[in-house]
């Protein structure tokens, strides 16, 4: 069984991730499989991850799956509108959890690129840009959604400045780059769909393309966490 995890444990999770976007296009009939379906893409990919050994990286893989763990809340507490702080809260611990490992790998504070700097002036615009389309329908969101942008983004800068790494250069341009990218891209929409779209042009199906491009954020994220888990030559 640890065998065929460790070889289509990934595959699984997409497969999950399959199930869910058939029953979201479906009728409501259908909808316990969405939720389902939704609950288990996480762990199935927590346990892919589980099984890839590697003891010099315990430490990292401790702080990679706590971050897993708050993805996995915050998917289920978003099952529903009423648990929207609570399931923001949870992607918070994922956010921290994952600045907390991609730090220990290369300190922001070693030499920075060119790229990085482009990168973060394009994320700052973009924050700001997002918060003066949103802040007069976030009401009394406005506070922890900053607070959750700045993660988001401290996250997905990480990620580029990681890939000034050798050892992680090809790990962090080929997964976790594009990861969080979706990631971006899936919470931005989350965001105006929920707090624009939703009341003044609801947009049919929206929910597909949220899940889709987190659902390729997380995957590739965890296809990142697991090359860098089973690479014996990176400290």
């Given at each position: 069984m640890k065998s065929?995890?460790?070889?289509?444990?990934?595959?699984?999770?997409?497969?999950?991730?399959?199930?869910?976007?058939?029953?979201?296009?479906?009728?409501?009939?259908?909808?316990?499989?969405?939720?389902?379906?939704?609950?288990?893409?996480?762990?199935?990919?927590?346990?892919?991850?589980?099984?890839?050994?590697?003891?010099?990286?315990?430490?990292?893989?401790?702080?990679?799956?706590?971050?897993?763990?708050?993805?996995?809340?915050?998917?289920?507490?978003?099952?529903?509108?009423?648990?929207?702080?609570?399931?923001?809260?949870?992607?918070?611990?994922?956010?921290?959890?994952?600045?907390?490992?991609?730090?220990?790998i290369y300190s922001p504070f070693q030499p920075r690129s060119t790229k990085l700097y482009i990168s973060k002036f394009v994320l700052v615009s973009f924050c700001i840009f997002i918060y003066f389309q949103l802040k007069d329908s976030m009401g009394a969101l406005i506070y922890p959604i900053l607070i959750y942008m700045i993660l988001i983004c401290s996250s997905a800068l990480m990620t580029v400045h990681i890939s000034n790494y050798k050892p992680t250069k090809t790990i962090a341009n080929k997964f976790w780059i594009p990861g969080m990218l979706f990631f971006v891209i899936s919470d931005t929409v989350l965001a105006f769909n929920k707090f624009d779209w939703s009341i003044h042009s609801p947009i049919p199906n929206i929910g597909l393309l949220i899940m889709l491009t987190y659902g390729l954020a997380q995957l590739l994220l965890v296809k990142g966490f697991q090359s860098y888990f089973t690479t014996k030559n990176i400290e």
């Open positions: 065929f995890i460790k070889n289509w444990g990934l595959g699984v999770a997409a497969f999950i991730l399959c199930v869910h976007f058939l029953a979201q296009m479906l009728s409501d009939e259908y909808r316990m499989v969405e939720y389902i379906s939704k609950a288990l893409f996480l762990p199935s990919l927590m346990l892919y991850l589980y099984v890839q050994s590697n003891p010099f990286h315990k430490s990292g893989k401790l702080l990679v799956m706590i971050g897993l763990l708050g993805s996995f809340l915050g998917d289920v507490f978003l099952l529903s509108n009423a648990l929207f702080i609570i399931g923001m809260i949870a992607f918070m611990m994922t956010h921290i959890f994952n600045i907390i490992f991609f730090w220990k």
